[in-house]
């Protein structure tokens, strides 16, 4: 899918209350509400450069656009098909600001882009160990899924090659796992210094995390957030997932 002529096999769907419109595969990979956190949960990026590694059709680096946390977003993306998504959804929400996207591979070290240039780097990197558990039929959403395409050692080394000292990454990934993720980046001299946990129901263990590090920063001084829960008790999103998924604490839209 790299062209006009695949459109009858895409859908136009919104985030953030439509602030966002993205085309996406309609039987391939598509975005999930941890994009949307994600965005959400990134803090401004203080020089406003900003990288998206795995960016998939656009959608972590266009919501941070959106919130006003990034003044501009590289987007670097494997698989052609979602790159090319990714450059279209760029185009249909230049107003929101500017999304250029590479297409490269992250396992070469990000050898597209010049070391120590972003103050922020984004990823819902894939985190499916290969060899376990079913493999989906469709070749970019298995692509996007399996670790294999983006290891998390490699993804942090070239998060800590690209970003400048005191620039941040943040991370979604899966809570079991994230005793992984943080030793993986010390061992990066990344450091951990922001943790949201992300619970389907209050009374149910996380499942995901959200994780900022900072680049060449000292040990210690994690800050522990409140959790997230993404459902009340009637299976409706909470009161503050609703606020998050909908961006309704974004000001009013221009009329």
């Known amino acids: 899918m790299a062209d006009s002529s695949m459109l009858g096999q895409l859908t136009c769907d919104g985030a953030l209350d439509g602030r966002v419109v993205l085309w996406q ?32 059709c656009g ?82 959403r298995a692509l996007a899924r399996d670790e294999s395409t983006l290891p998390l050692d490699e993804l942090l080394r070239t998060a800590r090659r690209l970003l400048r000292t005191t620039g941040r990454l943040g991370v979604i990934y899966p809570a079991p796992r994230l005793s992984d993720l943080m030793i993986a980046a010390r061992q990066h001299d990344l450091e951990p210094k922001r943790l949201r946990l992300v619970h389907p129901w209050l009374e149910e263990p996380a499942r995901l995390c959200l994780l900022e590090v900072v680049a060449g920063a000292q040990p210690g001084g994690l800050e522990l957030e409140p959790p997230l829960v993404l459902f009340d008790d009637t299976g409706q999103y909470s009161e503050e997932a609703d606020r998050i998924l909908r961006g309704r604490d974004l000001p009013p839209r221009e009329t």
């Open 59 to 140: 959608v972590v680096g266009l919501t941070l656009l959106a919130r006003g946390a990034a003044h501009s977003v590289v987007a670097v993306e494997l698989q052609k098909s979602l790159a090319w998504l990714a450059g279209r959804n760029a185009a249909h929400n230049r107003k929101l600001g500017s999304l250029c996207v590479i297409r490269a591979d992250l396992r070469e070290g990000g050898a597209a882009l010049a070391a120590g240039q972003f103050d922020l780097a984004v990823a819902n990197p894939p985190f499916f160990v290969p060899g376990m558990g079913l493999r989906s039929p469709n070749q970019e």
């Open 25 to 56: 595969s309609r039987d391939g990979y598509r975005f999930s509400v941890d994009a949307v956190l994600l965005g959400h949960f990134c803090r401004p990026a203080r020089g406003g450069r900003t990288v998206d590694l795995g960016a998939g």
